[in-house]
């Protein structure tokens, strides 16, 4: 089992920035996938952004791609989004996740993501 707590959320202006952070706990293998994936109203969840705990690979949506950086920090078994460059369709609610990352031509889906946080909503503002 593996517990995810979500922070750093709030409201900002277009262009502006913020850092999501997302604390693990419980049974963190080196194969696991953490990420970020959101919701805007009316609208699916989509992937952002995600590394695998044990290689650092990274992957991005490409909407996130070049403002967004996810990184991580071993020590404290957290996660972070790092949000630049902001703009108004960034605007949902983002949630931490891990699992087994699935990807494809296409992009990454949630299919293999078991473990999920509460969420913490972002909005920007135009």
């Known amino acids: 089992q593996v517990q995810l707590v979500e922070s750093g959320g709030g409201l900002v202006q277009a262009g502006g920035s913020l850092r999501l952070s997302c604390a693990a706990s419980?049974?963190?293998?080196?194969?696991?996938?953490m990420g970020w994936f959101r919701q805007a109203p009316g609208k699916e969840r989509e992937f952002v952004a995600a590394?695998?705990?044990?290689?650092?690979?990274?992957y991005y949506a490409d909407s996130v791609k070049g403002r967004f950086t996810i990184s991580r920090d071993n020590a404290k078994n957290t996660h972070y989004l790092q949000m630049d460059s902001l703009r108004p369709e960034d605007t949902a609610i983002y949630y931490c996740?891990?699992?087994?990352?699935?990807?494809?031509?296409?992009?990454?889906?949630?299919?293999?993501?078991?473990?999920w946080g509460k969420g913490t909503l972002v909005t920007v503002s135009s």
């Open positions: 419980g049974h963190i293998f080196s194969s696991i996938a």
């Open positions: 590394l695998t705990w044990g290689t650092s690979s990274t």
């Open positions: 996740a891990a699992g087994d990352l699935v990807c494809s031509a296409y992009g990454c889906t949630d299919y293999g993501m078991d473990y």
